[in-house]
T-cell receptor
Framework: GIQVEQSPPDLILQEGANSTLRCNFSDSVNNLQWFHQNPWGQLINLFYIPSGTKQNGRLSATTVATERYSLLYISSSQTTDSGVYFCAVKSTGTASKLTFGTGTRLQVTL | GAGVSQSPSNKVTEKGKDVELRCDPISGHTALYWYRQSLGQGLEFLIYFQGNSAPDKSGLPSDRFSAERTGGSVSTLTIQRTQQEDSAVYLC?????????FGPGTRLTVL
């Protein structure tokens, strides 16, 4: 099946700093989503971005499907950005399931 | 409108007992998914429903696991004869046209 790798696995930032999270995948996809899992375990949708670039406030994401990677940018980080960020993809060959990466754990400190 | 809801939020059971977990998808969403999140395995797919049928059950770990969906809406995941390795957070998601939205999960602890 498709492999999804996220980097870095852990990241510590001071409030106000910027960061880039990366997601590499091993096969063609027709769905790619970024999630933020908050301390209570809820998966919050950030972006649905099988290709192209999107922005939402301080967050933006870019997926280059032909090169099999996606990037999530966080600018001017805040303590509320802390948590785990997951990339999940649906392979073009499957009808249904998302395959998740192992996540990037972000801690934003004062 | 309301998001995906799941019940119970927490379930503690004894090894060997059966448990039922419930998922209410977003109204109108035709696709429903079950995943589970455990420390050793990360987030993994269990089963996918389109309407009331399940074209992909490939993630169910054993025949102790089953799921059904009725009326194209509510789904129940049943685990029979629970084992300690079944302890995990069980997440439900629904979608209409690609993007999946997740519920808050049910934390299952098997003693």
């Amino acid at each position: 099946g498709i492999q999804v790798e996220q980097s870095p696995p852990d990241l510590i930032l001071q409030e106000g700093a910027n960061s880039t999270l990366r997601c590499n995948f091993s096969d063609s996809v027709n769905n790619l989503q970024w999630f933020h899992q908050n301390p209570w375990g809820q998966l919050i949708n950030l972006f649905y971005i099988p290709s192209g670039t999107k922005q939402n406030g301080r967050l933006s994401a870019t997926t280059v499907a032909t090169e099999r990677y996606s990037l999530l940018y966080i600018s001017s980080s805040q303590t509320t950005d802390s948590g785990v960020y997951f990339c999940a993809v649906k392979s073009t060959g499957t009808a249904s399931k998302l395959t998740f990466g192992t996540g990037t754990r972000l801690q934003v400190t004062l | 409108g309301a998001g995906v809801s799941q019940s119970p939020s927490n379930k503690v059971t004894e090894k060997g007992k059966d448990v039922e977990l419930r998922c209410d998808p977003i109204s109108g969403h035709t696709a429903l998914y079950w995943y589970r999140q455990s420390l050793g395995q990360g987030l993994e797919f269990l089963i996918y429903f389109q309407g009331n049928s399940a074209p992909d059950k490939s993630g169910l770990p054993s025949d102790r696991f089953s799921a059904e969906r009725t009326g194209g809406s509510v789904s129940t995941l049943t685990i029979q004869r629970t084992q300690q390795e079944d302890s995990a957070v069980y997440l439900c998601a629904s979608s209409l046209a690609g993007e999946q939205f997740f519920g808050p999960g049910t934390r299952l602890t098997v003693l």
